[in-house]
Protein backbone atom coordinates (compact mmCIF):
# COMPACT_ATOMS: atom_id res chain seq x y z
CA UNK A 1 0.00 0.00 0.00
CA UNK A 2 1.58 3.39 -1.00
CA UNK A 3 1.75 6.19 1.28
CA UNK A 4 4.14 8.59 0.57
CA UNK A 5 4.38 9.67 -3.05
CA UNK A 6 7.06 11.96 -4.60
CA UNK A 7 6.72 13.64 -8.12
CA UNK A 8 9.92 15.37 -10.07
CA UNK A 9 9.26 18.92 -10.97
CA UNK A 10 11.07 19.31 -14.40
CA UNK A 11 9.47 17.00 -16.70
CA UNK A 12 6.48 15.40 -14.73
CA UNK A 13 4.76 18.25 -12.65
CA UNK A 14 6.12 21.40 -15.27
CA UNK A 15 7.85 21.09 -18.70
CA UNK A 16 11.60 21.85 -18.98
CA UNK A 17 13.64 21.48 -21.99
CA UNK A 18 13.04 17.64 -22.05
CA UNK A 19 12.47 16.08 -25.23
CA UNK A 20 12.53 20.28 -26.99
CA UNK A 21 14.63 22.44 -28.48
CA UNK A 22 15.34 24.58 -25.98
CA UNK A 23 18.55 24.39 -24.85
CA UNK A 24 19.87 25.13 -28.74
CA UNK A 25 17.78 28.38 -28.58
CA UNK A 26 19.08 29.24 -25.02
CA UNK A 27 22.74 28.81 -26.75
CA UNK A 28 21.68 30.78 -29.48
CA UNK A 29 20.20 33.34 -27.54
CA UNK A 30 23.57 33.70 -25.88
CA UNK A 31 25.89 34.18 -28.52
CA UNK A 32 27.57 30.72 -28.01
CA UNK A 33 27.87 29.59 -32.00
CA UNK A 34 28.47 26.72 -33.44
CA UNK A 35 32.57 27.29 -33.29
CA UNK A 36 32.18 27.07 -29.87
CA UNK A 37 29.58 24.21 -29.02
CA UNK A 38 31.45 21.63 -28.38
CA UNK A 39 33.60 23.25 -25.84
CA UNK A 40 30.69 24.85 -24.35
CA UNK A 41 28.71 21.45 -23.86
CA UNK A 42 32.10 19.78 -22.60
CA UNK A 43 32.57 22.88 -19.87
CA UNK A 44 28.50 22.59 -19.54
CA UNK A 45 28.97 18.31 -18.45
CA UNK A 46 31.76 19.28 -15.43
CA UNK A 47 29.70 22.45 -14.50
CA UNK A 48 25.90 20.83 -14.25
CA UNK A 49 25.89 19.05 -11.23
CA UNK A 50 27.08 21.53 -9.31
CA UNK A 51 24.16 24.17 -10.51
CA UNK A 52 22.27 21.85 -8.57
CA UNK A 53 23.61 22.10 -5.26
CA UNK A 54 25.66 24.84 -4.45
CA UNK A 55 26.65 26.78 -7.79
CA UNK A 56 25.10 29.67 -8.28
CA UNK A 57 23.52 29.85 -12.29
CA UNK A 58 24.32 33.42 -12.54
CA UNK A 59 27.90 33.44 -10.68
CA UNK A 60 28.52 30.54 -13.34
CA UNK A 61 27.17 32.45 -16.65
CA UNK A 62 29.42 35.65 -15.56
CA UNK A 63 32.25 33.28 -15.46
CA UNK A 64 30.89 31.54 -19.23
CA UNK A 65 30.56 34.90 -21.06
CA UNK A 66 34.26 35.91 -20.25
CA UNK A 67 35.21 32.58 -20.75
CA UNK A 68 33.67 32.77 -24.14
CA UNK A 69 33.29 36.44 -24.62
CA UNK A 70 29.07 36.37 -25.17
CA UNK A 71 27.80 39.56 -25.86
CA UNK A 72 24.40 39.90 -23.60
CA UNK A 73 22.45 42.21 -21.87
CA UNK A 74 24.01 43.24 -18.42
CA UNK A 75 20.26 42.55 -16.87
CA UNK A 76 20.08 38.83 -18.37
CA UNK A 77 19.65 36.17 -16.14
CA UNK A 78 20.62 33.01 -17.09
CA UNK A 79 18.39 31.25 -14.53
CA UNK A 80 15.37 33.39 -15.12
CA UNK A 81 15.85 34.47 -18.58
CA UNK A 82 17.62 31.17 -19.86
CA UNK A 83 15.64 28.18 -18.15
CA UNK A 84 12.88 29.50 -16.00
CA UNK A 85 10.92 31.77 -18.40
CA UNK A 86 11.58 29.07 -20.96
CA UNK A 87 9.30 26.72 -18.77
CA UNK A 88 5.50 25.67 -19.00
CA UNK A 89 3.18 24.67 -17.26
CA UNK A 90 1.86 20.87 -17.56
CA UNK A 91 -2.10 21.41 -16.88
CA UNK A 92 -2.46 17.68 -18.05
CA UNK A 93 -1.22 16.27 -14.83
CA UNK A 94 -2.69 18.14 -12.29
CA UNK A 95 -6.01 16.35 -11.65
CA UNK A 96 -4.15 13.14 -11.29
CA UNK A 97 -1.86 15.15 -9.06
CA UNK A 98 -4.88 16.25 -7.09
CA UNK A 99 -6.82 12.92 -7.24
CA UNK A 100 -3.71 11.54 -5.67
CA UNK A 101 -3.23 14.55 -2.94
CA UNK A 102 -6.72 13.77 -1.73
CA UNK A 103 -5.68 10.43 -0.81
CA UNK A 104 -2.12 10.43 0.00
CA UNK A 105 0.00 12.62 1.13
CA UNK A 106 2.54 13.98 -1.75
CA UNK A 107 5.94 15.71 -2.17
CA UNK A 108 8.61 16.72 -4.34
CA UNK A 109 11.95 14.78 -4.92
CA UNK A 110 13.62 17.22 -7.53
CA UNK A 111 17.17 18.33 -8.79
CA UNK A 112 17.23 22.25 -8.80
CA UNK A 113 19.61 24.97 -9.82
CA UNK A 114 20.12 27.19 -6.50
CA UNK A 115 17.18 29.94 -6.43
CA UNK A 116 15.00 27.84 -8.94
CA UNK A 117 12.57 26.24 -6.98
CA UNK A 118 11.18 30.09 -5.76
CA UNK A 119 11.26 31.62 -9.06
CA UNK A 120 9.07 28.36 -10.83
CA UNK A 121 7.04 28.86 -7.74
CA UNK A 122 6.25 32.53 -8.66
CA UNK A 123 5.83 32.50 -12.39
CA UNK A 124 2.99 29.68 -10.96
CA UNK A 125 3.98 26.50 -12.78
CA UNK A 126 2.95 24.29 -9.70
CA UNK A 127 -0.26 22.68 -9.59
CA UNK A 128 -2.24 24.43 -5.88
CA UNK A 129 -1.59 21.15 -3.67
CA UNK A 130 -0.06 20.56 0.01
CA UNK A 131 3.08 19.17 -1.06
CA UNK A 132 4.09 17.86 2.55
CA UNK A 133 7.83 17.55 1.91
CA UNK A 134 10.13 19.53 -0.58
CA UNK A 135 13.41 17.69 -1.21
CA UNK A 136 15.26 20.12 -3.35
CA UNK A 137 18.87 19.11 -4.40
CA UNK A 138 20.38 23.09 -4.16
CA UNK A 139 18.71 23.22 -0.13
CA UNK A 140 19.95 19.70 0.46
CA UNK A 141 22.82 19.76 -1.18
CA UNK A 142 22.28 16.42 -2.38
CA UNK A 143 20.79 15.05 -5.55
CA UNK A 144 19.64 12.66 -7.74
CA UNK A 145 20.95 9.88 -8.63
CA UNK A 146 22.90 10.14 -5.59
CA UNK A 147 21.91 7.52 -3.13
CA UNK A 148 21.65 9.78 -0.20
CA UNK A 149 18.48 12.02 -1.54
CA UNK A 150 16.87 8.98 -1.61
CA UNK A 151 17.87 8.34 1.64
CA UNK A 152 16.96 11.49 3.19
CA UNK A 153 13.36 11.90 1.25
CA UNK A 154 12.53 8.32 2.73
CA UNK A 155 13.65 9.80 5.98
CA UNK A 156 11.66 12.81 5.54
CA UNK A 157 8.10 10.60 4.48
CA UNK A 158 8.34 8.56 7.49
CA UNK A 159 7.01 5.55 5.66
CA UNK A 160 9.23 2.33 4.56
CA UNK A 161 10.61 1.81 1.42
CA UNK A 162 8.03 0.02 0.02
CA UNK A 163 5.26 2.47 0.49
CA UNK A 164 7.05 4.97 -1.67
CA UNK A 165 5.74 5.94 -5.17
CA UNK A 166 7.96 7.90 -7.15
CA UNK A 167 7.74 9.77 -10.61
CA UNK A 168 10.04 11.10 -12.82
CA UNK A 169 10.78 11.36 -16.46
CA UNK A 170 14.69 10.03 -15.96
CA UNK A 171 15.43 5.92 -16.05
CA UNK A 172 18.69 7.10 -14.26
CA UNK A 173 16.49 8.96 -11.70
CA UNK A 174 14.25 6.01 -10.87
CA UNK A 175 17.33 3.13 -10.75
CA UNK A 176 18.07 4.11 -7.16
CA UNK A 177 14.63 4.24 -5.47
CA UNK A 178 13.33 0.86 -7.28
CA UNK A 179 16.47 -0.59 -5.88
CA UNK A 180 15.92 0.58 -2.02
CA UNK A 181 11.88 -0.67 -3.01
CA UNK A 182 10.42 2.02 -4.21
CA UNK A 183 7.62 1.74 -6.60
CA UNK A 184 8.41 3.82 -9.70
CA UNK A 185 6.94 5.31 -12.63
CA UNK A 186 8.50 6.38 -15.87
CA UNK A 187 6.07 9.41 -16.69
CA UNK A 188 6.45 10.68 -20.27
CA UNK A 189 6.31 14.32 -21.47
CA UNK A 190 6.11 13.92 -25.04
CA UNK A 191 3.10 11.72 -24.35
CA UNK A 192 1.47 13.45 -21.08
CA UNK A 193 -1.97 12.55 -21.72
CA UNK A 194 -1.33 8.67 -21.96
CA UNK A 195 1.20 9.04 -19.02
CA UNK A 196 -1.55 10.41 -16.83
CA UNK A 197 -3.99 7.67 -17.30
CA UNK A 198 -1.39 4.59 -16.57
CA UNK A 199 0.16 6.77 -13.68
CA UNK A 200 -3.63 6.92 -12.43
CA UNK A 201 -3.88 3.01 -12.73
CA UNK A 202 -0.92 1.90 -11.22
CA UNK A 203 -1.80 4.42 -8.08
CA UNK A 204 -5.46 2.86 -8.03
CA UNK A 205 -3.43 -0.60 -8.26
CA UNK A 206 -1.34 0.41 -5.12
CA UNK A 207 -3.67 1.22 -3.10
Wanted: aromatic share 12%; with cysteine; proline share 6%.
Amino acid sequence: MIKFVYFDVGGVVELDFSGTNKWEELKKEIGVTPELRDEYDKLWSEIEKRLCVDLDADVFFEQIKKHFQLNTPSDYSFLLNGFVNRFETNPSIWPAIQEISQKCPVGLLTNMYVNMFPAIQKRGLLPPVVWRQIIDSSVVKLRKPDLEIYHLAQKRANVPDSEILFIDNQPKNLDPARDLGWQTFLYDPANSKNSNQKLLKLWKSLR
